[in-house]
Structure formats: structure tokens, C-alpha cells
């Protein structure tokens, strides 16, 4: 049996994945310290499109989540969702820089990243240039579904995200698809190719399974969870972290968090919803 570490999602892929980044600055802050006692091993913290969200539409200066936010949390390492690029909008690879530049000057130097069709040889220099300016990258492998998608496929990937040396791969089900059956036969193929490189699971709830294969990723041997704080979980977000907590606790292994720390984090959180 293992000890189990989780990556709290809530304020960013909770936050986006369900409310559309409709939480405002002042709803956040005000539980950002009790999130910081639950022993999170790191926190999603920021994303780029909270620029254009923020200020168009709440009239608030992201400035103030990453300034005033980035001190409430003393205990958990703080991750940025992003790289040097900006998914669809065609924003200058200066300005990208510039950006990730000023976050790390917050204390935030961890990133989790993706190229959308897992293609590491063009990841590569984001990876490195990321690495220069201090910055460590968790690299995506990213699960879909089709005749393309085999086992050596995943392989094959799982070599090539590990040869950039990256600072995790994280196995992400970003539509919900896997299912445990699946799981099952394919994280050992990861795990096995992925050599010494650390792996984490991210995976979100659209279709209801992700819980299980959660579970089945414990039994095979991974030790990172991405988790969120409900009512900012499962739907089309990460599994609740007290429902997976507890069936680990129930399967023998020990979740490293405080869900007592967790709950007033929760009923704010439903307060917010209300």
C-alpha cells in the first residue's frame, strides 16, 4: 500500500471546466489559506485566458489573483496551466515569455503543458526555452479514442515525452474517455515507457468513470492524483477529492491531505454556488 499525493484543481480547471471562469478575484482569496493547510503536494493556480475573462468580463486585473493570491499560499507549490503558446489566439511568443517571466517572479515555477496532437519534437523548444527562464514543465500525454490511438502508439509517446526530461508527464483523459477496462492495459504500456520520468493522472468526469479510473491507476502504481473540492468538481471537472480520498483510505492505501481542512473549503465554495 502507498501513500497518495494529489494536485488540487479547483480554482483553475474546476473554476473554467464548470462556472466558465465565472468566480470572481474576491471569491477566491478568502479561502485561499485554508486551501493551503490541506497538504496539497502542488495547486493549478493560473491560467492565460483569465486575462481576457477577467478583464472583459468581471472588469477585475488578473494581476490582483496572481499578486494578492500567490502570498496565501506558503505550503503549496503553485502551477501555472500553459506554456509559450495560447491554444487558438495568435499572441506573440515574446509576450508568452514575458508572461511566464513575471509569474515566475511570483514563486510560481511549475507548468503543466500540451501539444494538442502530442507531438514532442515540436514541444521540445517550448520545453527548453520554458526550462531557461526557470521554469519546470509537466508535459501532457493526452488520451483520446480512435484506430490510431494504440498501444504503440502510446509507446511511442510516452518514450518521446520522456526523452525531453521533462519535470513529470502527466496522462491526461482531457474528454472523459477512459474507461477502467482500458486503464488497465494501457498505464503499465505508459508507465513502462515512460522509464524514470515521473507520471501524474488528470483526467475529467464528462462520462462518470474517471473515479474508477483513478482507483485503477492506484493499483498499478501511480501516486499522483489530480483532484478537485467540490461543488468545483466532477461534472465536467476532476473527481472530488473526498470521495477519492476515501476510497483509497477504504482500499488500504494513505491519501496525503486534510480533508477536515478541505470542508469549510467546500461549504464556502457551495456558499459561492448559492
Known amino acids: 500500500?502507498?501513500?497518495?499525493h494529489?494536485?488540487?484543481t479547483t480554482l483553475r480547471d474546476g473554476n473554467l471546466s464548470l462556472w466558465a471562469l465565472n468566480m470572481p478575484i474576491g471569491a477566491m482569496l478568502p479561502v485561499a489559506e485554508q486551501m493551503d493547510k490541506a497538504g496539497f503536494e502542488s495547486m493549478e493556480f493560473f491560467v492565460g485566458v483569465m486575462f481576457r475573462k477577467y478583464v472583459h468580463e468581471h472588469k477585475e486585473n488578473p494581476w490582483d489573483w496572481i499578486r494578492l493570491g500567490s502570498r496565501k499560499f506558503t505550503r503549496t507549490r503553485l502551477r501555472y496551466t500553459g506554456g509559450m503558446h495560447s491554444g487558438?489566439?495568435?499572441?506573440p511568443s515574446c509576450i508568452l515569455k514575458l508572461l511566464a517571466e513575471r509569474l515566475i517572479s511570483y514563486g510560481i515555477t511549475l507548468t503543466r503543458a500540451s501539444n494538442c496532437w502530442n507531438?514532442?519534437?515540436?514541444?521540445?523548444?517550448?520545453?527548453?526555452?520554458?526550462?531557461?527562464i526557470g521554469m519546470e514543465t509537466v508535459a501532457n500525454l493526452i488520451y483520446t479514442v480512435s484506430p490510431r490511438h494504440t498501444d504503440e502508439y502510446f509507446a511511442q509517446k510516452a518514450r518521446e515525452a520522456a526523452a525531453m526530461k521533462p519535470y513529470r508527464i502527466c496522462f491526461k483523459d482531457v474528454g472523459g474517455l477512459l474507461t477502467p477496462e482500458r486503464a488497465r492495459t494501457?498505464?503499465?504500456?505508459?508507465q513502462k515507457n515512460a522509464g524514470v520520468t515521473p507520471l501524474e493522472f488528470h483526467a475529467h468526469c464528462n462520462?462518470?468513470?474517471?473515479?474508477?479510473?483513478?482507483?485503477?491507476?492506484?493499483?498499478?502504481?501511480?501516486?499522483?492524483?489530480?483532484?478537485?473540492?467540490p461543488p468545483l468538481a466532477n461534472g465536467s471537472g476532476q473527481p472530488s477529492i473526498f470521495n477519492i480520498a476515501q476510497n483509497l483510505r477504504a482500499l488500504g492505501h494513505t491519501p496525503c491531505v486534510d480533508e477536515k481542512a478541505l470542508e469549510p473549503v467546500r461549504d464556502h465554495f457551495m456558499a459561492v454556488l448559492g
Open 207 to 229: 462520462s462518470g468513470q474517471a473515479p474508477l479510473c483513478y482507483l485503477e491507476a492506484v493499483k498499478l502504481g501511480l501516486h499522483t492524483l489530480h483532484t478537485g473540492v
Open 88 to 91: 487558438f489566439e495568435k499572441t
Open 119 to 132: 507531438d514532442y519534437e515540436s514541444f521540445k523548444p517550448e520545453l527548453d526555452e520554458l526550462t531557461a
Open 6 to 8: 494529489f494536485v488540487d
Open 186 to 190: 494501457l498505464i503499465p504500456i505508459i
Open 1 to 4: 500500500m502507498s501513500e497518495i
